[in-house]
């Protein structure tokens, strides 16, 4: 009977074990799909974070189809892209006070609209595909021009430049001017 015990218990024991193991690795988010990403950089003094999730074009039309112009999109995948400075700065002409800011854009054709957004740690998209932001809770809001690449972007990556703060992915670049 002993024996007995000793072989569940330790069949529970490797179970628990396993079980652990795999929620482990499901949480780790450098497994996903679109897998976490950083770009950081000075820009007059001020320390600028974008703090994102990386998907790839894989063959599919980004701009115009996957993300629909006139659509808000949550400028990444997964959680809501977070965009942190550590000083008060201006972005397209307008003040943003130091702080941790949900970023989301609305893409068109010619020019998107950009939205930082003071709601953070929610995850993109809410249930049916409407990206997750709130906006009463944008902080500032423009427009900048969008540029056609002539070299396809695989990944979207940022860019933290002393012009500003560049998100670039597909064919398309936009330039958000930071002073």
Request: proline share 4%; hydrophobic share 35%; glycine share 8%.
């Given at each position: ?5 000793l072989?569940?218990?330790?069949l529970f ?50 701009f ?42 609305t ?37 900048v ?32 001017e930071?002073?």
């Amino acid at each position: 009977m002993k024996t007995l015990s000793l072989k569940v218990f330790t069949l529970f024991i490797i179970g628990l074990v396993s079980i652990t193991s795999l929620k482990a690795q499901s949480t780790d988010k450098s497994k996903r799909p679109s897998p976490p990403a950083t770009a950081t950089g000075k820009i007059d003094g001020a320390t600028i974070t974008v703090d994102y999730s990386s998907p790839s074009v894989r063959g599919r039309k980004i701009f115009g189809e996957l993300e629909a112009y006139g659509k808000v999109w949550r400028a990444g995948a997964n959680e809501a892209t977070i965009i942190t400075t550590d000083k008060d700065i201006t972005v397209g002409g307008k003040p943003l006070k130091a702080g941790k800011y949900s970023f989301f854009v609305t893409p068109n054709e010619t020019e998107w609209t950009v939205f930082f957004n003071s709601e953070t740690g929610q995850w993109g998209t809410k249930e049916g595909g409407v990206t997750n932001m709130d906006a009463s809770k944008t902080v500032v809001s423009f427009n900048v021009p969008v540029k056609k690449l002539d070299q396809l972007v695989e990944k979207l990556a940022y860019v933290v430049s002393d012009k500003g703060i560049e998100l670039r992915w597909e064919k398309s670049s936009i330039l958000i001017e930071v002073k």
